[in-house]
């Protein structure tokens, strides 16, 4: 009888841990446009064009990976290093890194709700995607978005940006 209870305890001792992990593991994940500002902006039709404006006038131009992040680097910020890595090493040496806090452009602050952020401009000044990295728990348990922003960046002719709008995942 006394093993038995042993064992009862355990299960019941695994199942409030793993339930407790659930928990905890759903409040990380946000919505990265989760009022519709960003898609209620891109309906615009001149939105890449003022983007890429807005960036120039932060001296960002062609060729640049932009992380948009916090000053205060929050948890989820430092989870895109090894996409940061893996991004620029796919796309190659026409392209280079730039980091923006969204608190020191208040336009840009205006339409991402959620950060960190992506967005890249391509060699021809052009936008190509505005989105977050990954998705699922953590941006690392879920889908890994540098296969299709490569694709997204190197695709001839250009049919347009890509706004990753609809994205569930660890935000800040």
């Not at 021809?124 to 690392?140: D, I, M, S, V």
């Not at 002719?157 to 569930?168: E, K, L, Q, S």
Request: with cysteine; aromatic share 8%; hydrophobic share 40%.
């Amino acid at each position: 009888m006394r093993k038995e209870a042993s064992w009862l305890l355990l299960v019941i001792w695994a199942i409030g841990l793993l339930s407790a992990l659930l928990v905890y593991s759903q409040r990380q994940l946000s919505d990265f446009d989760p009022n519709g500002e960003l898609l209620h902006r891109t309906t615009a039709p001149n939105f890449d064009a003022s983007l890429v404006e807005l960036l120039k006038s932060k001296n960002i131009y062609a060729g640049s990976v932009i992380h948009v992040g916090t000053q205060s680097r929050c948890y989820c910020d430092t989870l895109t290093t090894p996409h940061q890595s893996q991004l620029l090493s796919k796309l190659g040496d026409d392209f280079h890194q730039v980091r923006l806090n969204v608190e020191d452009v208040p336009k840009l602050a205006a339409m991402l709700e959620a950060v960190p952020a992506l967005i890249v401009l391509d060699k021809q000044n052009q936008l190509r995607y505005l989105g977050p990295y990954a998705t699922g728990y953590g941006c690392f348990t879920g889908k890994n978005l540098v296969e299709q922003v490569v694709s997204y960046t190197t695709q001839l002719p250009y049919a347009g940006a890509v706004i990753n709008t609809d994205a569930t995942g660890c935000f800040c």
